[in-house]
């Protein structure tokens, strides 16, 4: 594996807890990780461990109460609100539980939309979200919304909006929660086929076992801390 080291994540002892109105609810103490270029990471635990609020604070949705975190070889705690931002939404590409796609918005207009955020012309990013669609083998699908579309394909469309921006981290929520063992193969060689072309780190939250054990590494997340099984 080419370990870039301007490409990666780590985690130097990140501690994380929600406030409330009686104690603090210890979720993350004294974790450190590190997460390479082209790897692809499974995230398991037990409901309530975590995960989810792992994904959000390694993808900026969320951070953590102290410790050192280093994205793209850059110390989190130096950076502004607009470096902050610019890295979201150019280097996090985030597929979410239950794939939140835009109910109103055919497939290639739930992809477009994040490059029309950027200010991308239109016919730019209609050109590069038909050649997403035809990537994910979706070009017939492309003017259904997602009401329309199967689960599996749904979430491939959530693949194909996190894909959008070329990001260099893939962070994936339950990507085949609701799906069977088919779909869940094809969404675990889609991602593979991701992370293999472009060198991109994918980081997937799961429950699902079968889908783990395909991953380079496998981290539980168990005592408020990481336990890596591979
Ligand atoms: N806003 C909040 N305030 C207080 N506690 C919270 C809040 N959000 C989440 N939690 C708690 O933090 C813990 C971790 O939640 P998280 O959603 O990260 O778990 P998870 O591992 O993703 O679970 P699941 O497998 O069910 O998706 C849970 O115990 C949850 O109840
Ligand atoms: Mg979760």
């Given amino acids: 594996m080419n370990k870039v080291l301007s490409n990666y994540l780590e985690l130097f002892d990140v501690n994380y807890y929600y406030k409330n109105k009686l104690e603090n609810v210890e979720i993350f103490k004294n974790l450190n990780l590190t997460i390479y270029p082209g790897e692809m990471v499974a995230l398991l635990g037990p409901s309530g461990s975590g995960k989810s609020t792992l994904l959000n604070c390694i993808g900026l949705l969320d951070k953590f109460v102290s410790g050192k975190f280093k994205i793209l070889n850059k110390d989190y705690s130096l950076l502004t609100e607009s470096e902050i931002t610019n890295i979201r939404l150019n280097d996090i590409g985030f597929v979410f539980q239950n794939h939140r796609l835009f109910q109103e918005f055919s497939a ?29 083998n979706l070009e017939h699908r492309i003017n259904h919304r997602p009401a329309k579309l199967s689960g599996g394909e749904s979430q491939r469309v959530a693949i194909g909006r996190a894909l959008s921006n070329n990001p260099k981290f893939i962070l994936a929520d339950e990507p085949t929660g609701n799906l069977d063992k088919d779909n869940t193969l094809l969404i675990f060689n889609i991602l593979k086929k991701i992370t293999l072309d472009s060198e991109k780190s994918c980081i997937i939250a799961t429950h699902n076992n079968f889908l783990a054990e395909k991953m380079d590494r496998i981290f539980l997340i168990e005592n408020q801390n990481i336990k890596i099984l591979k």
Avoid: C, G, M, R
Avoid at 120 to 131: G, S
């Fill in 108 to 136: 290639l207009e739930n992809i477009i939309i994040p490059s029309l955020i950027k200010n991308i012309p239109f016919d730019v990013a209609k050109k590069k979200a038909i050649q997403i669609l035809t990537y994910l």
